[in-house]
């Protein structure tokens, strides 16, 4: 696999000056690590996105830091993008020591064609969608692919301990967790009303109706009917 790099430059603008370097082409951007100062970087819009596109979260970059002689190891950690353009408009590196094992969640894919899919009624169940691995940065894998092409059968599945890695990649999850199931589709079938039910909400309703027209027949006060003397107590 091509080896993704990027150059970068310290950076001395913040806030909301930041806005200026994006008009340039320019995206901010921070460097950390375990043991590491944060540092504060630049790089052009351009290569970023060619690296963003490329590397995802869990590819291994070379960053070139100007100034510095030795290149950094680093992971893209977050990235933030204008909701309505997309435009790139921060970026965050976590820089990790080659020789250091680390913890990170890689995306599962599956891949293949079922057997069992394809009977009418079924749908894939999924259980997890990305696995948690512990191994050195450099084996880190951009995403790891499971065969679904051996469920041949309604209700079978594959589990964690199914998925088959490299010896020096050590899964952190569960061993029985499903990662996919072939399931039947359940339909469930609204309930009729019972008849009696049925009857007794009419009933009420007629009674309701008898009860409202009786109220508007009878005179009120404020419609000029008669009103009573209250009676006087001896």
Known sequence: ??????????????????????RQGIVPAHLFGHSLESLA????????????SSAGMTRLISLNVE???E????????IQRDVISLQLLHVDFY???KGEKMTMEVPIVL?????AMKAKGRILSHGI????????PEKVPPQIEVDISVLAELDQSLH?????????????????????????????????KPVVAEEAEAEEGAEGEARAEGAAEKPSAEAGGEKKAPEKKE
């Open 41 to 52: 970087l630049q790089c052009d819009v351009n290569e970023l996105k060619k690296i963003v």
């Open 67 to 69: 100034g510095e002689k």
């Open 71 to 78: 290149a950094k190891n680093v992971f893209l950690r977050e």
């Open 95 to 97: 820089q990790v020591r």
């Open 111 to 115: 891949v293949g064609e079922s057997p």
């Open 160 to 192: 964690v301990k199914d998925i088959v890695l490299d010896p020096e990649i050590e899964v952190q999850d569960d061993p029985e967790q499903m990662v996919v199931k072939v399931s039947e589709i359940t339909v469930v079938a609204e309930e009729e």
């Open 1 to 22: 696999m091509q080896e993704l790099k990027l150059k970068a430059a310290k950076r001395d603008v913040f806030g909301k000056k930041t806005r200026f370097l994006r």
């Open 129 to 136: 969608n990305v696995l948690s691995i512990e191994c050195l």
